[in-house]
């Protein structure tokens, strides 16, 4: 059995790194497998730098270099895969859960949101960042991965803005309009100039144009326009005026029915609570959508309109509003009991379930109407319970 010394060592590490192998821990593990085999297969009194110029060979085809690259090209690979089966896995399970999600929706099930906001957040956080990284490092060109990198955040912006849509969070308009910001104004314009030079190219990027082009004016049409939207803005403010007008009609009218009838007056004290908590409900809604308690007859020269936002995040659980939201069903619930046996056949009770009493209005003209709507029944069965009698 043939001992190598330590300059034979030397040697070969020095002929290893002479060879184009720079990393040191391949350097050792070669140096490791031709010391085995060296003492194994030369003889005691074999020519040394002959037979290690015949093993060396065998590590390679046509230069040693070439198995630091292999080895670099695993480790790559290695990660490459392990992400390519967690792009894989993550895009099917948030379209399974998507899909249900949309299934739950129609059906008008449990569980449709929490689908729905899975799937759409997997897709857009995970399945689309890796497909971007996987897809960058196959492409050699920079301009072509950042052209990547901005469709990638151009999608992840439109997928967030339709799920916070759907689930009427606010900023769901400012996401859309980002992503067709990126879309339009950084990635097309890019995409156009370097695609319809080459020949083999113009054809695909003109209809990939097209096609972006029209996915962006359909998430448009969606989206009402800021002259739109001032005219729903003046009709439901319109509205409401015309309704509180009658409102306050009616309880003139009734005021002055029961006149200074002392019996009548007490009966309607738990009415004139549920009216009282109505109005400052009412004064604390629009003064979140307009900044003001009050809408005047005149809203048209101030300028102050109704803005129809989604009211789930003035009623926060536990806020002051909640609280009082919450005696006012209370309220409610205890003035239908205390009617119920009333033998007056025209007294209807006031309707709590799909009202702003349960949390079923989503919108602020909803939610205004609904308390308008309560004050108007209250009225209608004080007509009835008192003044008639």
């Known amino acids: 059995m043939y001992k190598i010394s330590e300059q034979q060592i030397d040697y070969i590490l020095n002929d290893i790194g002479a060879r184009g192998v720079e990393m040191e821990s391949l350097q050792l593990n070669l140096l490791d497998h031709i010391c085995c085999i060296i003492e194994k297969e030369l003889e005691e009194t074999g020519d040394f730098e002959q037979f290690y110029s015949t093993a060396i060979h065998r590590f390679y085809k046509n230069e040693l270099s070439e198995i630091e690259e292999e080895t670099i090209s695993l480790l790559t690979n290695k990660n490459y895969y392990v992400m390519k089966k967690i792009m894989i896995f993550s895009g099917l399970f948030s379209a399974a859960v998507f899909t249900m999600g949309i299934i739950l929706k129609f059906l008008h099930a449990p569980g449709a949101s929490v689908c729905i906001v899975s799937g759409i957040t997997i897709m857009s956080l995970l399945f689309l960042p890796l497909m971007f990284v996987l897809k960058a490092k196959e492409q050699k060109k920079n301009k072509d991965r950042f052209l990547m990198g901005l469709g990638t ?28 910001g990126v879309l339009g104004l950084l990635f097309l314009p890019i995409y156009i100039s370097s695609g319809i030079r080459q020949p083999d190219t113009k054809i695909n990027t003109i209809i990939t144009t097209i096609l972006l082009v029209g996915a962006c004016c359909l998430w448009l049409t969606l989206v009402v326009s800021p002259a739109g939207d001032k005219i729903n803005m003046i009709k439901e403010t319109n509205s409401y005026v015309r309704n509180e007008h009658i409102l306050k009609t009616e309880q003139r009218q009734l005021i002055k029915a029961i006149g200074n009838d002392s019996n009548s007056a007490t009966s309607l004290a738990m009415s004139r609570k549920i009216d009282a908590t109505c109005e400052e409900l009412k004064s604390y809604i629009i003064e ?61 009770a006031i309707p709590v379930s799909q009202t702003i009493l349960d949390n079923s209005e989503e919108k602020v003209t909803g939610a205004l109407n609904s308390l308008i709507q309560i004050q108007m029944c209250v009225l209608q069965n004080e007509r009835e319970l008192v003044v008639i009698k």
Request: charged share 15%.
């Open 153 to 180: 955040l151009s999608a992840i912006l439109m997928s967030l803005s339709i799920m916070f849509l759907v689930m009427h969070w606010p900023g769901s308009l400012n996401l859309g309009y980002s992503a067709i």
């Open 288 to 348: 979140r959508s307009t900044g003001k308690k009050t809408i005047e007859p005149d809203f048209l020269s101030t300028g102050t309109f109704i803005r129809n936002k989604w009211v789930s995040g003035y009623f926060a659980e536990g806020s002051d509003a909640q609280n009082k939201l919450n005696w006012l069903r209370n309220m409610v619930e205890e003035y239908n009991k205390a009617n119920t046996n009333t033998t007056d056949p025209y007294f209807h």
